[in-house]
């Protein structure tokens, strides 16, 4: 089994920043794309941002310029480091990871968080 674990969440006023950290453990050969999401209430789930195993990076057009993600491979972990922070960034925030297992290398299999509240006011 494969655990999700986030962390960085919480209140910070707009212009602020917040940093999240989303680490895996379990059995896990390697982990092939990370990314984040968010969900806003009453809001479908959105992505925020990809990274791939060799470094490249895609962001959503709404946080381009202000959040950067990044990944350290030998721990397992992606983090979004989040400035200039807006009200409408206010969310719930998901990691989510492509795992491939040790037993079965020819397959991915995906994994979420649980989720951490980015709360932005004004």
């Known amino acids: 089994q494969v655990q999700l674990v986030e962390s960085g969440g919480g209140l910070v006023q707009a212009g602020g920043s917040l940093r999240l950290s989303c680490a895996a453990s379990?059995?896990?050969?390697?982990?092939?794309?990370m990314a984040w999401y968010r969900q806003a209430p009453r809001n479908q789930r959105e992505l925020v941002a990809t990274?791939?195993?060799?470094?490249?990076?895609n962001y959503a057009d709404s946080v381009k310029g202000r959040f950067t993600i990044s990944r350290d491979n030998a721990k397992n972990t992606v983090y979004l480091q989040m400035n200039s922070l807006k009200l409408e960034d206010t969310a719930v925030y998901y990691c989510s990871m492509e795992v491939v297992k040790p037993s079965v290398q020819w397959a991915t299999y995906n994994y979420w968080g649980q989720g951490t509240q980015v709360t932005v006011s004004s």
């Open positions: 990274i791939t195993s060799g470094g490249s990076t």
């Open positions: 379990g059995s896990i050969f390697k982990i092939n794309t």
